[in-house]
């Protein structure tokens, strides 16, 4: 599959470092999927445009983070019908995700894994909350769970996802913006690349996929059996080999991280 990087970021050739960062995953990481819901989705009642193109990096995402047993979060808008972020009441927005409507559902292309937790945002009429921590639980499952490192996808980048990330960095986690899986409104033109730049200064992270390994690191290297070492000599030791050339970073370059 080809990677999709959004036009916007993929563009800006200065001022980006080149890093030999690769994360690698654990139960104590946190993949937070932001509003990939059918009302900011193309033919929704708030489009976010070609937000669906979004998706298969997520799912991308998520294969990683349930492979790692990390932990998987979708968060939902989920607004009561007289909401004050509405039109109706002189907020900014159509309405949008309004609770228990086929337009607040999750996209049907969205991977979620059935044991991912599921924050509901945004519940109270007369507060506007863009943070997935904002009035939830989310930093209390969090703890809960001991995760120690937040990766952030979804929409909106201007919005949702700003607006988490601030508040995880503040709260002390560490926080990847993952850039190849999030797309902004763009109200204002610039505004997605705006919200990147003032994430990162807050102490964010950005990433791409290309700043995890090669797929072919999950080979169960560790797991062959003393056995199969006696059949197949030759194949393992080559495996090992290029393990440990990955492992220690010689096999690519990677652009994660932008300098200022
Ligand atoms: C959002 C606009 C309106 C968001 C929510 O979560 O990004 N944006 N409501
Ligand atoms: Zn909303």
Request: glycine fraction near 4%; proline fraction near 7%; charged fraction near 25%.
């Amino acid at each position: 599959m080809q990677k999709f990087i959004p036009q916007v970021h993929a563009k800006k050739n200065e001022g980006w470092t080149f890093l030999n960062t690769s994360y690698s995953l654990t139960e104590y990481d946190a993949l937070i999927v932001l509003d990939i819901q059918i009302d900011f989705l193309p033919g929704g009642a708030l489009p976010i445009p070609n937000g669906d193109e979004i998706i298969p990096a997520i799912n991308s995402y998520i294969k990683r983070f349930k492979t790692a047993q990390a932990q998987i979060i979708a968060a939902r808008d989920w607004h009561p019908p007289n909401h004050t972020s509405f039109k109706a009441q002189n907020g900014p927005w159509p309405s949008h995700c309004i609770q228990d409507t086929a337009g607040a559902k999750f996209s049907p292309d969205l991977k979620l894994p059935p044991n991912a937790q599921i924050i509901s945002k945004a519940t109270q009429p007369d507060h506007e909350a863009y943070s997935a921590f904002d009035h939830t639980n989310l930093a209390d499952e969090l703890h809960k769970r001991n995760v120690k490192r937040l990766f952030t996808s979804g929409l909106a980048t201007d919005y949702c996802v700003l607006n988490t990330v601030l508040d995880a960095c503040r709260l002390g986690f560490e926080t990847i913006v993952l850039m190849d899986a999030t797309m902004g409104i763009n109200t204002t033109p610039g505004d997605a690349d705006r919200a990147l730049k003032t994430m990162h200064k807050n102490g964010a992270k950005l990433a791409t996929e290309m700043a995890f390994p090669d797929t072919t690191d999950a080979l169960p290297i560790e797991e062959t059996t003393p056995d199969a070492l006696a059949e197949k000599p030759s194949k393992l030791i080559e495996a090992k080999k290029k393990a440990r050339m990955r492992s220690k970073g010689t096999s690519k370059r990677i652009k994660t991280e932008q300098h200022h």
